[in-house]
């Protein structure tokens, strides 16, 4: 497959993505679909939450039209599962799904990534001088990896932009890595994803008419996409073992890939049950509460805490280049993505408690430099807004008539 072809691919799924997104809001308008505001929330007003279906949408086109011109054998496996896990969530967006049930499906899911679609976590690379694992091994720390991903990108949505905007840096990063490595189907796939999340991007960030959430449809897709390319990165005999050959640590490489999402959820999940709670039980402890808190923007969160996972990954391929071995390419990444997360945190945390819950020195004027980066009044934003909002790229539709038997959105269709 050409990188012209890729591209060609990426922008089918951006256009299709564009296209159906006017109908889906519409749809979500008309079914009461949506994410009401709670104590919780960050929004003040309902917002439809089937952003993921306009993402799927696109994801779908693009694919279809990769099968069609160049019929990869593991194409319509990974259609089917996305599929799963988008209609999994869209389920929950709209009647809530038990989470043993999401537990259940997730497992199964992942399990079949391992048995049908060459992924999962059975060789080491070198990492402490291991290499191949045995099925007793590889196949229960794989499902509990793909899972753990999948979660992980589903919690992190919960500020607009954030999800959309680490899937892309995540898809890039991935993108780069299976072209280098000769994986032609995987690498078409992550520009695939990037084309599919970029329409939304601009419509969850600018949009006010035309602003829709992502969703566990959206996020669990997503999240399944990327446990899929971490897996097959991993698996033995993947086209990215040629990466271990040149002294990379494929595990530490993946890892700093997923360093914020997977290291945030492990410090709200040990919180939670420190404190007496489920790891479930919904709160406003992950990194981005922390930033919203600062009074930093939706936008300047989503980019700080992105930027903080392209320092990680850079800061990995800068330590391999200085002849760090594969275990300290770990350590490496492990103690980055602690101080980033734990480490940063609880550091800000304390300093927001001083004077009474009103901040230290410190915070205030962390808080104060945050305020700069509120800029939805400027001329720009607002030209973008306009832009985004406009019935050519899915603004507000007409109003459905009012439908007092329509069935509605679930109030809390997202466990931040």
């Not at 050409?2 to 079914?31: C, D, E, Q």
């Not at 753990?148 to 680490?166: F, M, P």
């Not at 897709?221 to 991993?234: C, D, E, K, Q, W």
């Not at 700069?372 to 539709?397: C, E, H, M, Q, Y």
Request: aromatic share 12%; proline share 6%.
């Amino acid at each position: 497959m050409t990188i012209g072809l890729s591209i060609i691919l990426m922008l089918v799924a951006f256009v299709v993505t564009m296209l159906v997104y006017p109908y889906v809001l519409n749809f979500a308008r008309k079914h009461k679909i949506v994410d009401n505001p709670n104590a919780r929330k960050l929004q003040r007003v309902p917002v439809p939450v089937m952003g993921g279906t306009t993402v799927f949408a696109g994801f779908l086109a693009a694919t279809v039209v990769m099968y069609c011109v160049v019929p990869h054998p593991k194409v319509i496996p990974i259609m089917g599962i996305l599929f799963v896990m988008y209609l999994l969530g869209l389920w929950d967006d709209v009647k809530d799904v038990s989470p043993a049930v999401r537990l259940m499906v997730e497992v199964l899911v992942v399990w079949y990534m391992i048995l049908s679609l060459d992924a999962g976590i059975n060789d080491f690379h070198g990492l402490w001088g291991i290499h191949e694992l045995p099925d007793v091994i590889s196949v229960p720390l794989s499902i509990v990896a793909g899972v753990g991903i999948i979660n992980a990108i589903n919690l992190i949505d919960g500020v607009d932009g954030y999800c959309s905007t680490y899937g892309m840096m995540a898809c890039i990063v991935f993108a780069c890595i299976f072209y280098f490595a000769g994986d032609v189907g995987m690498y078409a796939l992550a520009l695939i994803g990037i084309g599919s999340l970029l329409p939304f991007f601009f419509h969850n960030v600018f949009g006010k008419t035309s602003k829709m959430f992502l969703g566990d449809g959206g996020s669990l897709m997503l999240g399944t996409l990327l446990a899929l390319f971490a897996l097959r990165a991993l698996a033995k005999g993947c086209p990215c073992a040629l990466y271990s050959d040149q002294g990379i640590s494929l595990p530490a490489l993946v890892l700093a890939i997923l360093a914020v999402p997977v290291f945030d959820t492990l410090k709200v999940m040990t919180v939670r049950i420190a404190n007496g709670y489920s790891p479930f039980h919904p709160d406003k402890s992950h990194m981005h509460h922390l930033f919203i808190e600062l009074n930093f923007s939706h936008l300047a969160t989503s980019g700080i805490i992105v930027l903080i996972n392209i320092f990680i990954v850079l800061a990995l391929v800068l330590g391999w280049s200085l002849g760090m071995s594969v275990d300290w390419q770990v350590y490496l990444v492990v103690i980055l993505s602690l101080a980033a997360t734990w480490g940063f945190y609880f550091f800000a945390d304390w300093h927001h408690q001083q004077n009474d819950g009103h901040g230290s020195a410190l915070w205030q004027r962390w808080s104060h430099y945050a305020k700069s980066t509120n800029v939805s009044g400027t001329t720009l934003w607002k030209g973008i807004r306009k832009a985004v909002d406009s019935p050519f790229l899915g603004g507000k539709p007409p109003e459905p008539p009012e439908n007092p038997e329509a069935p509605t959105g679930k109030i809390d269709p997202r466990i931040q």
